[in-house]
Each structure stands twice: as structure tokens, then as C-alpha cells.
């Protein structure tokens, strides 16, 4: 079935070494043909004109007869004076009200905020308007801490200018990993933003650059919780923080350096305070009393009242020069309690000096007593506010010397004539419900509703550069924008004559 076959190999032999065969040739294109030519305009025509000459009208100075003149300015001098003195003493126009060219009586929600991301225990800690008033800045926070602070929070910044609806959601976003309890937005420089944290941390920030997100300055406190932050100073080149370790930090401001640089350090201890407040105080271990509001004087920035934990109200002075055992990130602390002002029964809750006179201020207390001080007068309030329901938060206009705005448990905000306060020596039954009307102890001038799930308000913002506007915000994260009627905010004529009358009575008694 199968047989042996051979193939025979087929094969070629090697010719690598044979000389390949190459052919040159070349090819060149027809030549280029080139024209080149010239125009030029014909003719050419120049114009020009002038106008006519004008003669300045003459002056007739020269033919004033100076010493006519200054005989008739020396006679009619004293009875122009004469009669701009009776205008002035005049109470003719006192309470006029001109008609508005559009019914201006009412308050208005403008906006409405909310950061959906809002943890459970959050909220509203801090409010505060740039020097424009299109921007509001809104930090969030818990109010207590059972431990170290977890939390995940936000500053959110909302600008107006660009929000049409009623309802809005932050247009920018600065995340920080903890509570935020104070935000203060420079007073001069729109774009410059302080935050503070529980944690100790003072952050600076630059929002002209609207790609960063992070702080182009940052310091610390020691490790103290921030309470309160504050531009102060001349050109308010100066932040100040107060801080849970009866710490006051001031920091000078370098936004072209980019430096945050601390220059001084105070310290506020137990010696400092009343015997009667000693005893309700827990102070830690080097001696500090935890600060609970600041407030820079608005004439002379190196005066500035703290409340502290237990009541009491201290007048300060960055001028001391009493030093202490304690350092603050290497900056020795330095005493700065020159006296003490009349506190409150139970925890100071915000102390603000006016933004109008030198000697005046308000304070709050958890004993629902807003009080009336005079710098003056420090051991006794000029007038005293005892209200029937509990006022969470108290702030002075930034439009009307004597205008105070209160809040209320159900979230209803009133505001107050302060120069009313010194009639109510007993319980004030028209604060929680009254309604817009003439100044009075038992009426506020204004009062704003209370919203369908009430809340307490935990922060209050008057706009600086339209003092019509007021930023509300509660303890469930919700912030509104109110437009407040003129006939409220606008100052009067009268306000600021008896805010000093009142100040100046009270300090001759």
C-alpha cells in the first residue's frame, strides 16, 4: 500500500556580492514667468479749518468795590445767623412724614436660603453682608459640642444682584471641616472674607478669585474655639477673634503680602470679673474665661467691651500694658480689663457698642434683659428692657441711631426704639405680638411674622450699604432676605439729639 519516494532538493545559488545596476535622471520644470507693477494716485488734495475766534465775556471783578461788599456782609451776617439758629431750635417739622411716590409701608421677603447639604444638628452661626451689600455671606455650625468638632459645614455666599427668584441656593460654596461660629466680610473691601472655626483656626479669604477655594491667609488661636470675629482699626486693617479661652487675638492684615501676622494677645481671667460672677464661671486651667461676644468701639478702636461666660460685661483697652504668664503662638498675653459694666443674670449673649456715639452700647442676657449702657456710667444700664418672652439675638441698625432689632423663640423679629426702653420698668405684653406703630416701651415700631414652622433666630444682619435690607437666619439652616419699609429704617432728624440727651441726662443723675 505504501512505497518509499525521494525528491531531489531544488536550490539557487547566492548573488549578494553582484554589483546592482543604477540609473541617474533628472527633470527640471519650465522657468517662472514674474510681472510686478506700480500704481499711484494722481491727485492729491489737503483741507483744513479753524474756527472763528471768541472772545471770553469780560469779568467784572475788577469793578467790585470790596469794601461795600464786606460793609454789607458784616450787616446781614448776624441776622442770616439769627435766623438759621431759630430753624434749627424749630419744632415745626418734627414727625413729618412726606408722602412716598410709592406705598413703601410694608416689609417684604425678597429671598430665601437654604444648603439642602445641612447636617442634623446645624444651624444658621453667622451672618454677614460685603461693603457693597450684593453679596451675603451665611455660615453654618452646631451650637453645642459633646466632643471634638466632625462636622462637615460650609460658608455658603449668595449674590443677590444675580438671584431673580424668591427661592435661591448659594451661588459659591467654600467647604471647611468644621463648624463655622463666626464670619465677617472686610468692611471696605468687598472680596476679602474672614471665617472662624471651633477649632481654632481664622482663615482669610479672597473672592475676587472665583477659581479658588482655599484660604490665601490662615492662623490660629492655641487651639481655643473662635466666638466672635471683627474688623477694627483705622482702614479696619486690623481682625480680632475671641476665643472659648478668654483669649482676645489681634492679627494685622496684609492682603498684598498675603500676611496674617498676630500682633497682640489679651487675656481675660477670673480676677478680672465681679466676686458675685466668679462663682458661676468655669475657667480652664491657665486662668481664661471663655468670651461669648466682642465689640470694637466705633471712635476710638482701642477701646472695646467683652462679654464673658457668667454674666459679666468688662470695658477693655488695647493700650495695657500689664503683662500675664500666658502665650498665645508665642505672643505673650497681656491683662486689658480697665472696669467693669452692670452684666446680666445668667449668660451675656451679645454686647454691640452703637455705631453712632462714642459712650453708647446694648447689651443681651439669657435673662431676657436688653439694656441700654453709657460708657460714663458703667456700674448702672441708662434704661433696661424686661421682656416676657426670651430675645435671642439683638442688633443695632446700620441705618437709625435708635433702632435695635430683637428676635423672638417663634422666630418673630421686632424692632425697638432704645430711647423707649427707659420707661419699661416692668414686662413689655406687646413685644411678642406688636405691631408697626409710634416708638414706645409697650410697642415695637416694626415686626416681622414669624414663618408657618417656627424656629428660633440664631443670627441677624443689617445691610451696611442699604440699611433697608435685614439677613434672618434660625436654628433649622433657613435664611431670609427682608425689605424693610422706609418710614422705619430711615433716620430722623430727632434720633440722634435724644439718644445724646438721654445719655447725657442719665450721666448728670
Not at 424686661?386 to 435695635?404: F, G, H, M, N
Not at 420707661?423 to 406688636?434: F, I
Not at 443670627?459 to 451696611?464: C, E, T
Amino acid at each position: 500500500m505504501f512505497s518509499s519516494h525521494l525528491n531531489n532538493a531544488v536550490g539557487f545559488a547566492s548573488n549578494w556580492k553582484t554589483n546592482q545596476q543604477r540609473t541617474f535622471s533628472s527633470t527640471q520644470t519650465d522657468d517662472v514667468r514674474t510681472q510686478e507693477s506700480e500704481c499711484q494716485v494722481l491727485l492729491t488734495e489737503n483741507a483744513a479749518a479753524q474756527t472763528d475766534d471768541v472772545e471770553p465775556p469780560a469779568s467784572g471783578s475788577a469793578t467790585v468795590d470790596e469794601s461795600s461788599l464786606l460793609q454789607f456782609l458784616n450787616k446781614i451776617t448776624p441776622l442770616v445767623l439769627e435766623e438759621l439758629d431759630k430753624q434749627n431750635r424749630s419744632v415745626a417739622f418734627d414727625g413729618f412724614d412726606g408722602l412716598d411716590d410709592e406705598d413703601d409701608r410694608g416689609a417684604a421677603v425678597l429671598h430665601t436660603l437654604r444648603w439642602p447639604q445641612l447636617f442634623a444638628q446645624g444651624v444658621v452661626t453667622g451672618l454677614s453682608w460685603n461693603a457693597t451689600g450684593s453679596v451675603l455671606a451665611v455660615a453654618y455650625g452646631a451650637q453645642t459640642h459633646d466632643t471634638w468638632c466632625k462636622h462637615r459645614s460650609i460658608v455658603a455666599l449668595c449674590n443677590l444682584n444675580r438671584c431673580e427668584n424668591v427661592s435661591i441656593s448659594p451661588e459659591r460654596e467654600l467647604d471647611v471641616q468644621c463648624c463655622v461660629p463666626a464670619v465677617a466680610f472686610h468692611p471696605f473691601n468687598p472680596a476679602i472674607l474672614a471665617v472662624a472655626t471651633t477649632t481654632g483656626e481664622v482663615l482669610v479669604y479672597d473672592l475676587s478669585d472665583s477659581e479658588s477655594v482655599t484660604a490665601i491667609m490662615t492662623s490660629y488661636t492655641g487651639g481655643s474655639g473662635v466666638t466672635c470675629l471683627v474688623w477694627y482699626g483705622s482702614g479696619m486693617s486690623a481682625l480680632a477673634a475671641a476665643t472659648q479661652g478668654g483669649h482676645v487675638l489681634c492679627w494685622t492684615v496684609s492682603i498684598t503680602k498675603q500676611a496674617l501676622t498676630l500682633e497682640h494677645a489679651f487675656i481675660i481671667t477670673e480676677e478680672d470679673l465681679p466676686r458675685s460672677h466668679r462663682a458661676s464661671v468655669n475657667s480652664l486651667s491657665e486662668g481664661g474665661v471663655g468670651i461669648t461676644s466682642l465689640s470694637f468701639n466705633s471712635e476710638d478702636p482701642s477701646v472695646f467691651v467683652a462679654a464673658v461666660e457668667g454674666g459679666s460685661l468688662l470695658l477693655c483697652t488695647t493700650t495695657k500694658q500689664l503683662p500675664s504668664a500666658v502665650t498665645v503662638e508665642g505672643v505673650q498675653c497681656r491683662r486689658c480689663v480697665v472696669t467693669q459694666l452692670s452684666g446680666h443674670n445668667g449668660r451675656t449673649l451679645i454686647v454691640q457698642c452703637s455705631p453712632y456715639l462714642r459712650n453708647a452700647l446694648i447689651s443681651l442676657g439669657s435673662d431676657d434683659q436688653l439694656k441700654l449702657h453709657s460708657l460714663l456710667q458703667p456700674h448702672q444700664p441708662i434704661a433696661t428692657l424686661y421682656s416676657d418672652t426670651a430675645i435671642s439675638v439683638a442688633q443695632w441698625s446700620s441705618a437709625r441711631a435708635l433702632l435695635v432689632a430683637v428676635s423672638l423663640p417663634s422666630g418673630q423679629v421686632n424692632f425697638l426704639d432704645v430711647c423707649g426702653l427707659q420707661q419699661a420698668d416692668q414686662a413689655v405684653a406687646g413685644l411678642s405680638s406688636g405691631t408697626a406703630g409710634t416708638p414706645g416701651a409697650d410697642k415695637p415700631l416694626l415686626s416681622l411674622p414669624p414663618p408657618d414652622k417656627t424656629a428660633p433666630v440664631t443670627a441677624i444682619q443689617f445691610n451696611r450699604a442699604n440699611g433697608s435690607l435685614l439677613a434672618v437666619g434660625d436654628s433649622l439652616g433657613r435664611v431670609w432676605v427682608w425689605r424693610l419699609p422706609s418710614n422705619v429704617v430711615s433716620p430722623q432728624t430727632t434720633d440722634f439729639p435724644r439718644l445724646k440727651a438721654l445719655l447725657e441726662r442719665a450721666t448728670d443723675l
